[in-house]
């Protein structure tokens, strides 16, 4: 029988590239991680050696951003291939979320040893590209998320491919537009579709994307959202540390007070989360005066899911969690009043906290009003976030199962239209 011959383009490439064993490959691929930034990154013999097997594994984001970049070949060309499969076919929509990991391979890399890439792309695009970007922004309060996703996906993707093609201020305007539509991917993935390991991988990229336009501010709001990642599973040192670089990153450039405050209500939640709540009030606080004072910088455009409001919902909610009920009521009956119909897909987290409000006040029949009128608002929009607290609002109710208001809200709860819903996340 004839003997295995294994990934031979992949044996080719190292050879070519003065790497003569697989040990020596690792080594340059460790070194190699270090010198692009990419801290943490373990890539030993066995690595190399699966990868050169006959059935190499598909690499992680980082592996094949190092790969890529040291061997200066693409992905396909070293002999991988990717788990959606090739050619034309249609790609199903769980491996459209793989695809927004993979467009490391060809993110804001600089051409293969130093080659310069050629500027094939019109001025124009950059714009275009951009506005793309927009219409997608604006599109998040509306369109269901399991719509919208892979969209926003494919936008990435070519973004991906039409970035080596740019130069100066058309690379500097495409990568910031990638880096939103990486970052909005990412808030779907992780608020909307409850994928917290598929979001931290898109972050990493819009992060990337961030720098590759110099966009320090945008920058700061993706460390920010990575935040949220190990704050929800009760990581606080993962947590402040990802604060702590989107606050240094916000410092570089000039931060409007809005963006700053919102800064203070992340690490306010990341805190809430930990059960740090003195300290989580106390940002909510600060965040107040940083609105009340404000300064003279303007908001971005894509800072759109932050206001007065929303700042009143993260303190309603802390003060819930404390055990503050009438002061959560009130600020979360604020919150609900100052809310605008575009930011109507907040509203039934906004019910979800009053709802739970009422049950720890005792209200079972308040609570089952505020939990339906967030089903309401989830059967126009739905958003996981506010399922969650839905879920937690019954599973409170437990002492009040037996009540016609608690029966009539499972039998909305789990009716054809949300079981699934709620049964898999």
């Keep these: 029988m004839p ?34 930034g990419i801290r943490g990154l373990s890539i030993g013999v066995r690595q190399v050696r699966r990868w050169e097997s006959d059935t190499p594994p598909w690499p992680q984001p980082d592996c094949q951003r190092v790969l890529v970049h040291l061997l200066g070949q693409s992905m396909e060309a070293l002999g991988f291939t990717p788990p ?35 500027a094939s792309q019109p001025s124009t695009v950059g714009a275009d590209f951009q506005a793309v970007t927009r219409s997608h922004r604006r599109l998040y309060w509306s369109v269901a998320p399991p719509q919208l996703h892979p969209a926003v996906v494919a936008h990435a993707m070519l973004g991906c491919a039409i970035l080596p ?9 495409i990568a910031a537009a990638l880096a939103e539509t990486y970052l909005l991917a990412g808030r779907i993935e992780f608020f909307d579709l409850s994928e917290p390991s598929t979001a931290h991988d898109t972050l990493l990229l819009a992060l990337q994307a961030a720098g590759e336009a110099d966009d320090p501010l945008l920058g700061s709001a993706i460390l920010a959202h990575m935040a949220f ?34 800064l203070d209500a992340v690490e306010a939640e990341c805190e809430t989360r930990c059960g740090n709540i003195r300290t989580a009030l106390h940002l909510i606080h600060h965040a107040e005066d940083v ?43 604020h919150a609900l009043a100052a ?28 609570a089952c009003e505020y939990a339906g009128k967030a089903l309401d608002q989830l059967a126009v929009t739905w958003y996981a976030t506010g399922m969650d607290r839905v879920r937690g609002v ?32």
């Design 229 to 262: 990642i190990p704050a929800w599973a009760a990581d606080r040192d993962g947590a402040l540390e990802r604060m702590t670089a989107a606050r240094t990153y916000a410092r570089r450039t000039s931060a409007s007070a809005e963006f700053l405050a919102w």
């Design 165 to 173: 093609e740019t130069a100066d201020l058309t690379r500097r305007t």
């Design 394 to 425: 019954r599973r409170a109710l437990s002492p009040y199962q037996h009540e016609r208001c608690v029966r009539d809200l499972d039998d909305r709860l789990y009716d054809w239209g949300t079981t699934l819903n709620v049964l898999t996340r």
């Design 3 to 36: 003997r295995p011959t294994g990934n031979v383009r992949l044996k080719a490439a190292r050879v070519a590239a003065g790497f003569s064993s697989q040990q020596d490959l690792a080594d340059a691929l460790a070194r190699h991680a270090k010198d692009m």
């Design 84 to 118: 959606w499969g090739s050619g034309g076919a249609q790609v199903p929509d769980h491996a459209q979320r793989v695809l927004v990991a993979s467009g490391a391979a060809s993110l804001g890399l600089s051409a293969p040893h130093g080659r310069a890439v050629a």
């Design 291 to 333: 609105l009340m004072v404000g300064n003279d910088h303007a908001s971005p455009d894509w800072l759109d899911w932050f206001s007065p409001a929303r700042l009143a919902a993260f303190k309603g909610n802390t003060q819930l969690v404390a055990g503050h009920l009438p002061q959560a009521r009130e600020s979360l009956l």
């Design 339 to 366: 809310m605008t119909p575009a930011e109507d897909k907040q509203r039934s987290v906004i019910y979800g906290d009053l709802a739970a409000v009422e049950t720890a006040s005792g209200n079972p029949e308040q």
